[in-house]
Every structure is written in structure tokens, then in C-alpha cells.
């Protein structure tokens, strides 16, 4: 009771001051602020920001609890792992500025708690008197999303108070109690304005005053862009846009070269990231293509709301009015179509300036209604000089009701949702440690140039100073700054004061003896591959779970930072194509890695000079998209872009099923910066692999990658190494010698002769020219892994099907057609874009969604 009054009071006092340095003129700008709820003195999270406890803005004192398992989604603990509870109503107050509008961000972890079963939570969140959840279910809403925690938006109309008051109420039903992981509060500038009524002629509606939940907010066509990298601090996070993709005509990715710069103009910088702008979704430029389908994006959406779909746009390849004009459809209904079509350039006036258009509408509550969707389609009538249409960004925010109320029902899951999640329960299964097979390794060439180049780093960090926010790309490794000197890692600790906290805690810590008795006492009978870091040795571990242990050479002090970093990368990556590491030691100077046991050992095996059988054609195209997916899956799906930095058919292993994983992560290095479009860096890699462009200019894009991966789709095809010095001087480098070949069109002469003959002439060509593509000279010219990945998978159809997907012999008179109809449009459509147009690859297609799935909350925040 003391208490409160005591908080009432203080409150009282600190709304006067705000008052009067308000009123006064100097007043004092409005804060962030961000609450650790549950922990008692909150801390930092992985981005680095700074997140408080929530103590002092509650009004009575509630139980904490700490989660008890960390999903490995979640890469920080803070603010997830801690958590308040309610078993009774409960009110935040927190200090804002009059006539000023937040985003008010929740975040809700519904995890294992000791002592509570999260199924029964179900509560009601108000604020400001506006109801923002009701009966809401974390769990099941996360279920629905295949989610493991949710970060729900607001932006309350602008009060006129300096406390908003967060109400938490626990549903009136047996059990049931509210809980909250975090709250975020951040000032933001008037975002919301008017714009058209879609379906209504010539209505419009006005947001200014409107209570908003964010919905859906995506970088159309291009990365993940984390809230640090947001622009005007707002602390925003946009995902890619593929997810909500609709049909199988996706357009093709569009990007600004270089040397674009968004010129904002009129526009705050803050109504989206300069990177928005830098990417488009495009129809192409074929006329004939385009005007036969519509670029379509599709939302889930509450019923019975009206939502505001707010479309960035920015023109960065025509100068021109009339050159690209289009018509939008929202839901079905004309947005902006002719004689009123969308032509970017007549809006902003010239090429580079970003401009957004907003439009609401109602989403009725007929069955099948429930879904927003946007359509683009070229505007033929205005006779453009190219029938294509883009998109740079969308944002659709959900406006409060006649009731002040934002609140939907709990999500159901989907059947299709459902399928998935018994797939993805699946994958959990397969990669659970003690289900987990096998992994061989060996590391290569590399390993001078590594050491040369870990020196040259430090050193010259030291020297420029300027330099640190380079480094500060790399992965805590040097973002720790640890200098690698051998006292650190000899000490006696058996905790890596090395690894980030995260890290320790996502992977299994051995003990030195676990790590003998697995390897007994490191014997070279259990060699299995030697590589820069050391020797690798196979294992046992728990009675019977093969390993394979990576352990480093006690004389190599640059083992140390590609033990940290392969750590740090590894512990945060899962993927089904992603060699998965089990855990490491850290102990009397003896760093070992500790990871799946590939049963049968690198792709380089099973090609050429050896005893192992070898790969049919048919495998090599397996492995070959496994590959690819992983990558794809390390320079799109991760959090940062991943650049390998060490692709080759060594670094690519097999499991016991022939299933492809990418390994050896020693060398990669992250780009969280990747707005420069590169990281300027030390070259590495390994010889007969190594992007020429990236050695010439010494700057690392996820196209250095594509190049190396070029090179092995040669290597599968010929069955020869990349470097052969003892065969004459043109033939040494594959690289140059397959490229000659298969530009004088005798690529047939050099396949490698145990699969000669095997291999479809369609499916020979497509595969052919895919690896050409990748091994362009410049890197905007090489495809994306997306492409790549779509244009391997292609291939292996028209090697199973030649005739290409036209006839189907069995299944469903109905389905079949529309089926291949479907596939007709999309082999048309890819076949008839150059694959360096950087063309997507089709969402549904196998993986893709799983790809997607770990890092895009399908809510799209
Ligand atoms: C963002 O925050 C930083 C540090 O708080 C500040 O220096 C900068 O001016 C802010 N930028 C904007 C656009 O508000
Ligand atoms: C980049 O794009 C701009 C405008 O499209 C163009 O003027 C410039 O020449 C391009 N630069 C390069 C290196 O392609
Ligand atoms: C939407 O509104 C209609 C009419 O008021 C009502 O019958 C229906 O139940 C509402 N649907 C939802 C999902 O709230
Ligand atoms: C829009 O039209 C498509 C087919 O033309 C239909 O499947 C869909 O349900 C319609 N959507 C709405 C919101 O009317
Ligand atoms: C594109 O979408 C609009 C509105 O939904 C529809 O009327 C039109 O038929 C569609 N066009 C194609 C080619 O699908
Ligand atoms: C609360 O949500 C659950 C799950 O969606 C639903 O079964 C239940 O009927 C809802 N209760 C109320 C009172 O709306
Ligand atoms: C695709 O290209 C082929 C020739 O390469 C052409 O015959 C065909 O008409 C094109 N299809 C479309 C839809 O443009």
C-alpha cells in the first residue's frame, strides 16, 4: 500500500516537472524506454541496446520467472528469458510526452515457466483505453506463426497525458494468468497521414489521429533489416518480403548498383531505411510475360477491421514518366489504376527520390475474406515503354474499431500450417543430438593465408583508428576485441571467458575428459582429416553417439579466433544443409569442436581420385541443390548475411543419406553492414576457388560465394579439382578451362567420363549455364543463390523429365492441369529471364518456406 501511494506520488511529481519543461519551451526531448520485465536489473541485448527493469513503473509487486529452455531463434536473452507474471489485474504507468506519438512494443516469450502451464494463459492487454489484446493466447498465436516468441506493435493517437497506463487482466477462466517478457516505448514523428479509401471513389481517411498495430512490414526484394539498422532510431525490423508471395510468377529481384544514393527530399529519412529503397520486386521486362500475370502479395488479416496498406516505392533504373506505368488492386479493388495509374517517376519527379502511397481498407467477414491482397499489373492502356511494375515496401498497419478496440480472435492453425509444423517437429527430431549421425571434416589450403590475414587484422586494427567499426562486423570474435594471446586461452577456467554468454548457452559444454574418453586419449587411428585448425578426430560421445571432434593445434595461436567465430556462427545456425555443431571444450589450453559425424565424408571424395564409390549424375544434382540451399539459407536466412568465404567440394559433406551439408565456417564472416553492399577485407579462401573480382578489389559480397560454388558445379560436371597443375597450361584452372569450353560449346567433351551419357541434354544445358553464370567476371552479374538454387532444381526436373513438366501421366484429371499449367508458366517465365536478373526462386518450392520460416515472423514484424 505504501508503496503505491509512494509510486503515485512520485508519478504526480514527475508529470508537474515534465509539465513545466514543457510548457517552458526547453523541454526536455521525448525518451525511449525499455523494460527487462520479470528481471531484476535488466541489461543488454545482442544488438546492444540497453534494456532496464521494470520495477519502478509497476504498481504493485508481482512475481518473476525465468524461462527455462532458450530457443535457438532467440540469439539474446535479454529481454526474452525473464518474464512478470499476473494472476490478478495489473497496471504499468510509464512517462511519456503529451501530444506525442510511440511505438508501444510487447513482447511476449510463451515458453516453459517452473510452475506454469502456458497454455492457460489468456489475458487482455488495454492501454490508453484502447484494448490491444483480448483472450489472447500467446502460445497459440505463436503456434500459429510457427514462432517462438512474438513482438506485437502499436502506435497509440498522440494523448494528451504523460502517463499511458499498460493494462495486463488475466481472462476469467480456471488458471489463468497474464505474463509479459518486455515493453518497449520510443518516441516516433507523425508517420500517419491521409490517403485513398480503396473501393469507396474519391473517399479518403485520415490515420493522424488514428490507434495503429503494426501487421505486416517488409523490405520488398531485398534483406532482413534488424532495428539497429533501422532509420530516425525507430527501431523498426523489416523482413523480406517471399513469404507473402502469391502464385508462381514472383517477378525477379531488382537492385541499385552501388553508387545509388536515395535522395529523401521532402520524405523524412525516418519513414523507411535507405536499404527499402534499394531494393525492388520487378515483373520483368518482357511483355509478353508480364501482361499475363499479376505480382501478387498475400496477408492474413482480422476480419472486420480497416487497415492501412502503406506501398513504398523509389525508381532506380528508368529517368522517364511513362516509361513503367502500372495499376494496383487492393482486395480485388482498383487502389490506383488508369487513367489514375502508378508511374513512380511522374510522383517523385526523378530517378533515386522514395516516395509511399497509403491506402485503407475494410476486410469483411465473409468466408475467404479474411486476407488482404495487393496486386501489381502493368498499365497497358497508357502504352508505357515497359509493361512492368515494382515495389520497394509495404506496411500495413491494422486501425482500432468504433470500440477503440485493435484486438482479433486467437489464430487457427491452418491445415497447411499444421502439415507444416508436423514437418518441422519432424526436423527437430532428426537434428536432436542423440538422433544425430555423422560428420567428417578436413580443412584445407586455406590455412596460411588465414593466419597471414587474422595477423594483418589485428595488426592493423591497431593502427587505424578508424578501423574499429570494421571489425565490429566481424562476429563477437574481434567485436570482443580478444587479442589471442596464449595466457587467455591457457587459463584454467572451464567456462570460455572467450564466447559470448549466448553462445555458452546455446551449445553443450564438454569437459577435457569427455573429450579423451571420446577420442581415446586423441588417438591417430581416429584421425579422420587434418586442416588449418588442427587434426580432426572421430568420436563417441554418451555411449553412442558419433562425433566428430575438430581440436586445435596447441602451436597455431590464430586457431583461436576461428575456433571463437566457428563457436559463435555455429552455435546460432541451424539448418537442415548446415553442418550442425554439438558443442566444444574450453581447457587447459585444449580448444576442441565438437560436431555431427558426416558418415560419408566430403563431396570431393566421392568425385574423383578415389576409392569411394562415386556420385551418379542424379546425386551430384542432389548435393549440388543441398549445397546451395544451405548457402542460400547462410547469405539470406540468417539474421546477418554469411558469407562463407570458403566454398568448396571439400567443405561440403555428406550424412549417411547422401544428404549435403555445408561446413567449415572458420573463415566466414558476417555482414551485418551490408548497406555498403560489401565488406572490405583481407582476401582468404582457397586457391582455384577464389573470386577474381573479390581478389582484385579485396571486397567480400555474397557473389564471391556464388563464384566458388560455380566452380564446383564444374567439378561435379567434370569430375576433376579445381587446380590440376600437372595438365597443360589452359587446362590447370577448371574455372577457365570449363568457361572456354562451354563458351565454344564443348562442354560435352570435358564431362566427366563415369557419367557421360547420363546426363539430358536439356538438363546438361540448364546445369551448364547456371555454373557460367555464377563464374561471371563481375559480381552483379552472377546470379543470386536464390536463382541458382531455383535454376539447379529445375535442371534436376528436366533430367527426371525431359519434355519438361508439360504431360503428367497420372494423378488427377483436374489437378494435374492446373498443376502444369502452373509449371509451364513458371518454367516459361525463368526460362525466358536471364538467370543474372536475379530472378527469386519461387516460394512453396520445397524448402524454401523453411528457409523463410527462421527468420521471418509471418506477421511480418
Ligand atoms: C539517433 O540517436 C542518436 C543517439 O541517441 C542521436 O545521436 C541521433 O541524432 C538520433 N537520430 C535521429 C534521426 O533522431
Ligand atoms: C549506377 O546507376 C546509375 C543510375 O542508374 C548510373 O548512372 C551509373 O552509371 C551506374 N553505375 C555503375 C557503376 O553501373
Ligand atoms: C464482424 O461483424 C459482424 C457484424 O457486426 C459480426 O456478425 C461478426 O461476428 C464479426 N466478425 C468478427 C470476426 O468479429
Ligand atoms: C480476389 O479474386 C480472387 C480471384 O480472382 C479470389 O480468389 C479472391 O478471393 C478475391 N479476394 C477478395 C478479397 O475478394
Ligand atoms: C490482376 O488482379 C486484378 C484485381 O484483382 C484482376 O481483376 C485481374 O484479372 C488480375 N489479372 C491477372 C492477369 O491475373
Ligand atoms: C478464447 O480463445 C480460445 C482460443 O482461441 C477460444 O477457444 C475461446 O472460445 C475464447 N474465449 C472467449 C471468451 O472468447
Ligand atoms: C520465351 O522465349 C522463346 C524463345 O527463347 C520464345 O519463343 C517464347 O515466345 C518466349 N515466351 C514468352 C512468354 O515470352
Known amino acids: 500500500m505504501h508503496t503505491n501511494i509512494l509510486l503515485l506520488f512520485s508519478l504526480a511529481f514527475f508529470a508537474v516537472l515534465f509539465n513545466a519543461l514543457y510548457v517552458s519551451g526547453i523541454g526536455p526531448q521525448p525518451q525511449s524506454l525499455s523494460l527487462n520485465c520479470g528481471s531484476e536489473n535488466g541489461g543488454t541485448d545482442g544488438d546492444g541496446r540497453k534494456w532496464e527493469s521494470d520495477v519502478k513503473y509497476i504498481t504493485a509487486k508481482f512475481p518473476n520467472v525465468r524461462a527455462q529452455y532458450q530457443d535457438s531463434s532467440i540469439v539474446s536473452e535479454v529481454p526474452y528469458m525473464d518474464a512478470r507474471i499476473f494472476r490478478s489485474e495489473a497496471t504499468y504507468n510509464l512517462p511519456i510526452m503529451p501530444k506525442t506519438r510511440y511505438w508501444l512494443r510487447l513482447y511476449f516469450y510463451p515458453s516453459e515457466y517452473s510452475g506454469l502451464n502456458i497454455a492457460?494463459?489468456?489475458?487482455?492487454?488495454?492501454?490508453?483505453?484502447?484494448?490491444?489484446?483480448?483472450?489472447?493466447?500467446?502460445?497459440?498465436?505463436?503456434?500459429?506463426?510457427?514462432?517462438?516468441?512474438?513482438?506485437?506493435?502499436?502506435?497509440?493517437?498522440?494523448?494528451?497525458?504523460?502517463?499511458?497506463?499498460?493494462?495486463?487482466?488475466?481472462?476469467?477462466?480456471?488458471?489463468?494468468?497474464?505474463?509479459?517478457?518486455?515493453?518497449?516505448?520510443?518516441?516516433?514523428?507523425?508517420?500517419?497521414?491521409?490517403?485513398?479509401?480503396?473501393?469507396?471513389?474519391?473517399?479518403?481517411?485520415?490515420?493522424?489521429?488514428?490507434?495503429?498495430?503494426?501487421?505486416?512490414?517488409?523490405?520488398?526484394?531485398?534483406?532482413?533489416?534488424?532495428?539497429?539498422?533501422?532509420?530516425?532510431?525507430?527501431?523498426?525490423?523489416?523482413?523480406?518480403?517471399?513469404?507473402?508471395?502469391?502464385?508462381?510468377?514472383?517477378?525477379?529481384?531488382?537492385?541499385?548498383?552501388?553508387s545509388f544514393k536515395v535522395q529523401y527530399g521532402e520524405l523524412a529519412e525516418s519513414v523507411a531505411p535507405p536499404d527499402v529503397y534499394r531494393t525492388a520486386r520487378g515483373m520483368g521486362f518482357h511483355k509478353d510475360l508480364t501482361v499475363a500475370?499479376?505480382?501478387?502479395?498475400?496477408?492474413?488479416?482480422?476480419?472486420?477491421?480497416?487497415?492501412?496498406?502503406?506501398?513504398?516505392?523509389?525508381?532506380?533504373?528508368?529517368?522517364?514518366?511513362?516509361?513503367?506505368?502500372?495499376?494496383?488492386?487492393?482486395?480485388?479493388?482498383?487502389?490506383?489504376?488508369?487513367?489514375?495509374?502508378?508511374?513512380?517517376?511522374?510522383?517523385?519527379?526523378?530517378?533515386?527520390?522514395?516516395?509511399?502511397?497509403?491506402?485503407?481498407v475494410f476486410v469483411n467477414d465473409r468466408p475467404g475474406d479474411e486476407e488482404i491482397r495487393v496486386d501489381l499489373h502493368p498499365a497497358t492502356s497508357s502504352k508505357p515503354e515497359f509493361y512492368d511494375a515494382s515495389l520497394n515496401g509495404i506496411e500495413i498497419f491494422k486501425m482500432s474499431d468504433r470500440n477503440n478496440n485493435l484486438a482479433g480472435p486467437n489464430p487457427v492453425l491452418s491445415e497447411m500450417l499444421a502439415q507444416h509444423m508436423a514437418k518441422a517437429s519432424h526436423k527437430e527430431f532428426q537434428t536432436d543430438y542423440k538422433t544425430l549421425k555423422i560428420v567428417g571434416t578436413a580443412s584445407g589450403v586455406g590455412f596460411f593465408f588465414i593466419a597471414a590475414a587474422c595477423i594483418a587484422v589485428y595488426r592493423k586494427k591497431k593502427i587505424i583508428p578508424g578501423f574499429d567499426s570494421h571489425t565490429s562486423n566481424w562476429l563477437p570474435v574481434s567485436g570482443n576485441s580478444h587479442t589471442g594471446s596464449r595466457s587467455t586461452i591457457s587459463g584454467k577456467s572451464t567456462q570460455s571467458s572467450h564466447l559470448s554468454s549466448l553462445a555458452q548457452g546455446l551449445c553443450r559444454h564438454f569437459t577435457l575428459p569427455e573429450i579423451i574418453r571420446a577420442t581415446k586419449n586423441f588417438d591417430d587411428s581416429n584421425v579422420i582429416g587434418v586442416g588449418g585448425f588442427g587434426k580432426v578426430y572421430k568420436g563417441v560421445i554418451d555411449q553412442a553417439t558419433k562425433v566428430a571432434i575438430k581440436r586445435?593445434?596447441?602451436?597455431?595461436?590464430?586457431?583461436?579466433?576461428?575456433?571463437?567465430?566457428?563457436?559463435?556462427?555455429?552455435?546460432?545456425?541451424?539448418?537442415?544443409?548446415?553442418?550442425?555443431?554439438?558443442?566444444?571444450?574450453?581447457?587447459?589450453?585444449?580448444?576442441?569442436?565438437?560436431?555431427?559425424?558426416?558418415?560419408?565424408?566430403?563431396?570431393?571424395?566421392?568425385?574423383?581420385?578415389?576409392?569411394?564409390?562415386?556420385?551418379?549424375?542424379?546425386?551430384r544434382l542432389e548435393v549440388c541443390i543441398g549445397a546451395a540451399r544451405g548457402l542460400h539459407y547462410l547469405h539470406t536466412g540468417a539474421k546477418y548475411t554469411i558469407i562463407h568465404r570458403d566454398v568448396k567440394s571439400t567443405n561440403i559433406l555428406l550424412d549417411e543419406n547422401w544428404v549435403a551439408k555445408v561446413s567449415d565456417f572458420g573463415l566466414s564472416k558476417t555482414g551485418p553492414d551490408m548497406d555498403k553492399g560489401h565488406v572490405s577485407t583481407v582476401v582468404k579462401g582457397s586457391f582455384g576457388y577464389l573470386d577474381p573480382e573479390y581478389f582484385r578489389r579485396q571486397q567480400l559480397t555474397e557473389k564471391s560465394d556464388v563464384y566458388s560454388f560455380g566452380v564446383v558445379l564444374f567439378e561435379a560436371l567434370c569430375g576433376r579439382p579445381a587446380l590440376n597443375p600437372s595438365l597443360p597450361k589452359e587446362q590447370v584452372s577448371l574455372a577457365d578451362w570449363a568457361l572456354h569450353c562451354q563458351r565454344k560449346g564443348i562442354i560435352e567433351?570435358?564431362?566427366?567420363?563415369?557419367?557421360?551419357?547420363?546426363?539430358?541434354?536439356?538438363?546438361?544445358?540448364?546445369?551448364?549455364?547456371?555454373?557460367?553464370?555464377?563464374?561471371?567476371?563481375?559480381?552483379?552479374?552472377?546470379?543470386?543463390?536464390?536463382?541458382?538454387?531455383?535454376?539447379?532444381?529445375?535442371?534436376?526436373?528436366?533430367?527426371?523429365?525431359?519434355?519438361?513438366?508439360?504431360?503428367?501421366?497420372?494423378?488427377?484429371?483436374?489437378?494435374?492441369?492446373?498443376?502444369?499449367?502452373?509449371?509451364?508458366?513458371?518454367?516459361?517465365?525463368?526460362?525466358n529471364l536471364s538467370i543474372g536478373s536475379n530472378s527469386e526462386m519461387p516460394a512453396g518450392s520445397d524448402d524454401s518456406g523453411d528457409i523463410f520460416s527462421q527468420i521471418v515472423n509471418p506477421k511480418g514484424r
Not at 124 to 131: I, M
Not at 135 to 152: H, M, W
Not at 304 to 309: A, G, P
Open 552 to 619: 586445435s593445434n596447441p602451436q597455431s595461436e590464430q586457431g583461436v579466433n576461428e575456433f571463437m567465430t566457428e563457436i559463435e556462427m555455429l552455435s546460432k545456425l541451424r539448418h537442415k544443409h548446415l553442418v550442425s555443431l554439438i558443442g566444444f571444450c574450453d581447457e587447459d589450453g585444449e580448444m576442441c569442436l565438437v560436431y555431427d559425424y558426416m558418415a560419408l565424408g566430403t563431396m570431393r571424395e566421392h568425385l574423383y581420385n578415389t576409392k569411394k564409390p562415386r556420385l551418379s549424375w542424379k546425386q
Open 293 to 360: 500475370f499479376n505480382l501478387t502479395w498475400l496477408f492474413q488479416a482480422d476480419a472486420n477491421f480497416t487497415y492501412v496498406v502503406r506501398l513504398h516505392f523509389c525508381e532506380f533504373q528508368l529517368t522517364k514518366v511513362n516509361q513503367k506505368v502500372f495499376n494496383i488492386y487492393i482486395n480485388n479493388q482498383t487502389a490506383q489504376v488508369e487513367p489514375d495509374a502508378a508511374d513512380i517517376i511522374g510522383w517523385t519527379g526523378e530517378m533515386g527520390v522514395p516516395t509511399y502511397k497509403d491506402y485503407a
Open 749 to 831: 567433351d570435358i564431362i566427366d567420363p563415369h557419367i557421360k551419357g547420363k546426363i539430358t541434354p536439356e538438363c546438361l544445358k540448364k546445369f551448364a549455364d547456371t555454373a557460367e553464370k555464377c563464374l561471371a567476371e563481375s559480381g552483379p552479374e552472377r546470379p543470386n543463390m536464390g536463382d541458382v538454387l531455383w535454376n539447379l532444381e529445375f535442371s534436376l526436373q528436366l533430367q527426371d523429365n525431359p519434355e519438361g513438366s508439360k504431360h503428367s501421366s497420372k494423378g488427377e484429371e483436374s489437378e494435374t492441369s492446373e498443376e502444369s499449367i502452373r509449371n509451364c508458366n513458371l518454367a516459361m517465365h525463368y526460362s
Open 120 to 258: 492457460n494463459s489468456y489475458f487482455s492487454v488495454v492501454a490508453g483505453g484502447v484494448t490491444l489484446l483480448n483472450n489472447f493466447s500467446a502460445s497459440i498465436t505463436a503456434q500459429a506463426l510457427t514462432q517462438a516468441y512474438l513482438i506485437e506493435e502499436y502506435s497509440l493517437a498522440p494523448m494528451n497525458s504523460q502517463i499511458l497506463s499498460v493494462t495486463f487482466k488475466p481472462a476469467e477462466r480456471p488458471d489463468a494468468f497474464a505474463f509479459i517478457n518486455a515493453i518497449e516505448l520510443v518516441p516516433i514523428p507523425d508517420l500517419f497521414g491521409s490517403g485513398t479509401m480503396v473501393g469507396f471513389a474519391d473517399q479518403t481517411f485520415d490515420a493522424a489521429g488514428a490507434n495503429l498495430q503494426t501487421m505486416y512490414r517488409l523490405n520488398v526484394a531485398g534483406q532482413y533489416i534488424s532495428p539497429t539498422k533501422d532509420s530516425g532510431n525507430l527501431t523498426r525490423t523489416w523482413y523480406n518480403d517471399a513469404p507473402y508471395l502469391f502464385g508462381a510468377a514472383t517477378g525477379v529481384n531488382l537492385q541499385s548498383n552501388d
